[in-house]
């Protein structure tokens, strides 16, 4: 029912024009700077609740316990990621909104049934112990209900309404905690703590995503004319088709990532055991926090990036890849020199003493994530731009990379080996992804969609079939000083 029609049957009930009842249009996008504002204290203080479940399994636990579960991470997490295909990612590029939210619910709920299925046969084939392998299995359908959040976590970021994923992941950073200690502390297990987990993550998401998207799209339909969005599964063949043709490439390349952050962990639980493991994966954890900080900006600017790619607008693109770079630029040297000056002391001031001998460990993961700072970005443009199959190369060619090192090192260096190959693979994925950008932006320049006027303005020609307005030059200047500020 349009706007329209709704209005004209409030005026007849004598209610009034629904649009001028409505006196605050909570559908507005937020600035860019509110934008990264909201994703950064969302993704960092997330994070940290996630990195404390670490912390409160070496406090209350042990490192098998902390091993256990970071097996069940490391195993679910690829098979997740290929499945989910970033859906999210697509969702936010998708600019012309060729899909409904309900297109992507069905294609991601058929993907996670598949996903678990592929869990399960990991684990009947790895043997894996019996409380192993229910751990994996819990946390595989942990992920399932996050997978599903992340598609209302889509179409917040795609009407640029961050705040609403980050008050979801506040409250479910909290939950979290509270609910996986309480089954740790009553069951004794990690077990316990990561059924506690699935319950607070699925708490969050009928209690909040859901409702919110609602209310989000009930105010695009009433102060943007917007079409009423379907929050239940649609079943629509041929766009399932499309949608699986457009996620494979993002789902090998997403799944790709995955893997170069997991690998190590494989080759230090087979060769130093799942204690030694307990011991790197919190600390490798730490790096997470600082790529938090690439996704904060990099999905912040991704439906602006995206637009601008749309109008074929070069300049803009990279004033803001320069700027975010900058950004990522001056954390990563901050957290070097933290590492560097109070490394051991962090190590056992979170976890305990016997962790202060890996300081030299936590400086090379360190440096690691400050490389990802600065160059995260550039495959924030390749997606936003849907240059998803030039991403599975630049990926395949880190994770040989990775491999290769953890091979030839961690036998021989054990957890140090692990955290070399990690540092190379970042290297390589950097040089690599950056080169693309480059190239991207150089046949943009040279499409003939860009042309300089004799006053050496751009005159930027918009896609054929776009109908979306170019963002206004002087409110992105302003957004980018504030950001800077």
């Known amino acids: 029912m349009s706007v329209d029609a709704i209005n004209s049957i409030r005026s007849l009930a004598g209610i009034g024009n629904l649009k001028n009842h409505q006196s605050v249009d909570r559908s507005k996008p937020l600035t860019l700077c509110a934008n990264f504002s909201w994703t950064a204290f969302g993704s960092i203080f997330y994070n940290c609740c996630q990195f404390s479940l670490f912390v409160i399994l070496a406090k209350i636990g042990s490192t098998e316990m902390a091993g256990q579960y970071t097996i069940g991470l490391a195993i679910t997490a690829p098979v997740m990621i290929f499945f989910g295909s970033n859906l999210r990612a697509i969702i ?66 795609q009407n640029e309404r961050m705040d609403q994923i980050a008050i979801s992941r ?19 297990t990690a077990l316990g703590g990561v059924v506690g987990l699935a319950v607070a993550w699925l708490t969050t998401l009928l209690f909040f995503d859901i409702p919110r998207a609602h209310v989000l799209a009930n105010h695009r339909v009433f102060h ?37 952050a997991n690998i190590p962990r494989y080759f230090v639980e087979v060769w130093e055991g799942e204690s030694a493991l307990g011991v790197f994966g919190p600390i490798s954890y730490f790096m997470v926090l600082g790529n938090e900080i690439v996704l904060a900006l990099g ?108 091979m030839v090192l961690v036998p021989s260096h054990g957890i140090d080996g692990a955290a070399i190959a ?44 776009s109908e979306l307005p170019h963002p206004k030059k002087a409110a992105e200047e302003e957004e980018i000083l504030e950001l800077g500020a």
Request: proline fraction near 3%; charge should be positive.
């Open 224 to 260: 943007q004319d917007a079409p009423m969005e379907l929050f239940w599964p649609v079943w629509n063949p041929r766009q399932l088709r499309k949608l699986f043709i457009l996620s494979l490439p993002i789902g090998i390349t997403v799944m790709l990532v995955s893997l170069s």
């Open 92 to 157: 936010v590029s998708d600019v012309h909104r060729e899909y409904q939210i309900g297109g992507y619910l069905t294609f991601r709920l058929i993907s996670l049934a598949a996903a678990l299925s592929m869990i399960l046969a990991i684990i009947l084939m790895s043997g894996y112990r019996h409380e192993t392998a229910l751990i994996i299995i819990m946390v595989g359908l942990a992920k399932s209900i996050e997978g599903i959040s992340a598609i209302f976590f889509g179409y917040f970021q």
């Open 299 to 406: 999905q912040s600017a991704a439906p602006r990036m995206a637009k601008y790619y749309v109008h074929k607008d070069r300049m803009s693109i990279i004033r803001l890849l320069l700027r975010e770079k900058a950004v990522g630029a001056v954390l990563g040297i901050i957290g070097v020199v933290l590492a560097a000056a109070a490394g051991p002391w962090l190590l056992s001031f979170a976890f305990g003493p016997e962790y202060i001998k890996y300081g030299n460990v936590f400086l090379l993961l360190a440096m690691t994530s400050g490389i990802t700072l600065v160059f995260g970005f550039s495959g924030m443009f390749l997606t936003a731009a849907r240059a998803f199959w030039i991403q599975i190369p630049v990926r395949v060619c880190s994770l040989a990379a990775m491999a290769v090192c953890c």
């Open 170 to 188: 506040i409250a479910k950073g909290i939950l979290s905690i509270l609910f996986f200690v309480a089954g740790v502390w009553i069951f004794g």
């Open 422 to 465: 990690m540092f190379v693979s970042a290297l390589v994925h950097s040089t690599l992804a950056f080169t693309a950008v480059v190239f991207m932006l150089y046949r943009m320049q040279n499409t003939g969609e860009i042309t300089l006027q004799n006053n050496g303005q751009c005159d930027i020609t918009p896609c054929k079939g």
